[in-house]
């Protein structure tokens, strides 16, 4: 029986970051075809294609749409695809949570895309919890002031799978959450 986990970590690797590593071509909006995707996940993992389909369906954080014969990871590329996604009024505030030791240069330069094509930004303090705690060291929350950031011009999108995005976060609209106001 094929690792649901692994195979949905190898779909983020070559619909996100590498698909050379699958023999795929992204289009312009990041979509990839079905059918290679799901040969390479058979040969590789004695998948078929039911299980990627299964992986897609029951994916906890919904990463990937499936449109007819192609499909597509939902957020958090590095190469350079275009979502397709309307800009969207955010909520007035929006959370990140990251790590202590970035603070420092977060207060700094404000929140940088790093290596994906967006800042990732969640709607609320327990979403934020759960990508800090991907990483070891102390968590951090920071609060976005968005309402202010888009009364000064700023684009947000709403990713499919309700992850918001942004190109950079300035410094004057982060305020670290103290940690008594964390859950
Ligand atoms: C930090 C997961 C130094 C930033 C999650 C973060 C999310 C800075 C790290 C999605 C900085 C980038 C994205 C600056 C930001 N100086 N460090 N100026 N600005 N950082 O992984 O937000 O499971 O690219 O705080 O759930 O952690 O992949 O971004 O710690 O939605 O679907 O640089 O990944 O989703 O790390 O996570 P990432 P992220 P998936």
């Not at 690797?13 to 290679?36: C, I, K, S, Y």
């Not at 094509?117 to 920071?142: E, F, N, P, Y």
Request: charged share 25%; net charge negative.
């Amino acid at each position: 029986m094929p690792n649901d986990t692994q195979i949905s970590k190898f779909m983020s690797l070559v619909l996100r970051h590498a698909p050379e590593q699958a023999g795929l071509a992204l289009d312009e909006n990041g979509w990839a075809d079905l059918g290679t995707l799901c040969a390479v996940i058979e040969q590789k993992f004695g998948a078929s294609p039911t299980d990627v389909a299964r992986v897609v369906a029951d994916n906890p954080k919904k990463r990937f749409a499936i449109e007819g014969d192609r499909i597509r990871a939902v957020q958090g590329h590095s190469v350079d695809i275009d979502l397709g996604l309307a800009p969207s009024t955010p909520p007035a505030l929006l959370y990140h949570g990251t790590k202590e030791d970035f603070l420092p240069a977060i207060l700094r330069e404000g929140l940088t895309s790093q290596s994906r094509q967006h800042v990732h930004l969640s709607k609320d303090i327990a979403t934020a919890l759960i990508v800090a705690r991907r990483r070891k060291g102390k968590d951090v929350i920071l609060r976005i002031d968005s309402e202010a950031m888009a009364g000064d011009g700023a684009t947000f999108f709403l990713s499919d799978n309700g992850v918001w995005l942004t190109n950079h976060v300035p410094p004057r609209y982060l305020h670290q959450i103290s940690e008594r106001e964390l859950p």
